[in-house]
């Protein structure tokens, strides 16, 4: 028995407490393991604020130490959880697997980047319509592992709102106990619950992570008249069939509040990636940590000379496989930000840890593996969910694709929606 297992117990406690006559469950971190996250997060913060964030602004991250420290607890946290609400067999090593690869998006910024614009972008729309109206409820389907949660959470709180409620929901409890451990990290409050969401739970403080099928969820709160400031899903109801996405676009968008705004964000079926390793080896070893400017100016170079329309070259080289445009290249500053911190990771004085970035590229390659083998297929684009909103009551939604399509291909994209 490794020393992991010994305390294994200790890492994650399951706890149950009220909210006013409703019942709920908590999972909170172990005091040890607690401290040990906080370390190795406060360790990683100015790294990644030096590459990934100059703006040194409250953000999230997650360090690649935390991350596996995260991904070992999910499996004592998912038998608690599941001894509680019983979802059947425990934890298959398949779904550890998938759901620790949902985790590790946290560590490639360039994944993260859309799911980020959105929750600032929620923020900038909660501040403009919504606060100083009374507490502002957000709805949220397909939880996954809670990074799009916790963002929106981090972001929309900063919004000047007296009080914000993310209620999420996810179908899978893998999924529902890992954010429930990401959004303890976060110290942010949050409660489990299995079926309907109770009516005091809308005025709770917090995340509620609900455990059940998005579409029953949005079915049952409809027919409870229940009403948001903002819905959204990252990375979630563009898997579903049409026919269940659509349905559940239209119901949501019959349940926001004056102004409210929906996003959906999900990747682009013509799209997928192929990247270069050695090109990011090469970057990594010898881009002398100076990539971030030379991106930029790549960038602002390319823009004045390249025509409209032939925008994802800016960003991306792409080449074609199998009919689909492969991005083989990324040459945005989140990509160039993630070299320039490995290359410190491995030759500069005062940030040299061999160990971290050897774990951040082991982690990295993990993630992208399962990722690809999962390879699930996007069902509902959001250029079908743009045009069937389209197709409701014209005049009384703003909806538009994020970037707009005229602006070339892209890995993902947003669906904004917003009463008029
Ligand atoms: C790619 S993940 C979402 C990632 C998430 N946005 C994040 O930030 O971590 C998709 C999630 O949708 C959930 N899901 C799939 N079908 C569902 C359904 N019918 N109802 C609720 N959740 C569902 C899966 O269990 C999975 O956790």
Redesign the pocket.
Known sequence: MTEMDKHMDTQSTLVESRVGDVSVLSVTLGDEVRTRITTLQDQFRDVFNKYLNPDGSETFFISPHVFQIIAGIIPIAFKQLNAKMGAGDSLQSWEHEN?SA??G?ALIPDSLSP?LSNARAIARDVAEFHAGRGRVVIRE?????????AMTWMEVRKAGAEGVTIIS????LE?VVT?ALVLSIFNIPHVIIQGEVPDALFDFDGVVLQY????DAVRNEQGRSKQYSVVFS???IS??PQKVNDEIIGSLLGMLTERGVMYVCGLEPDVTVALQYPFMIREILFGRGLRRDAYTQIRQGRERTRAKGDEQSVIYDTTVVGGRTAVTRFYTPESAGLYDMLHAFLFNKDERSLSTCVLYIRSIIGVVRTTKKLGVEIRSPIEHSLRFVGGLMEGKYDASAIPPFEDGKRVARTLRVQMI
């Open positions: 759901i949902i985790l998006k799911t389907l397909c939880t996954g592992a809670g990074l799009a949660t929901t996810d179908n899978a999924s954010a059940m099928d998005a579409g990252d990375h979630g898997y579903f």
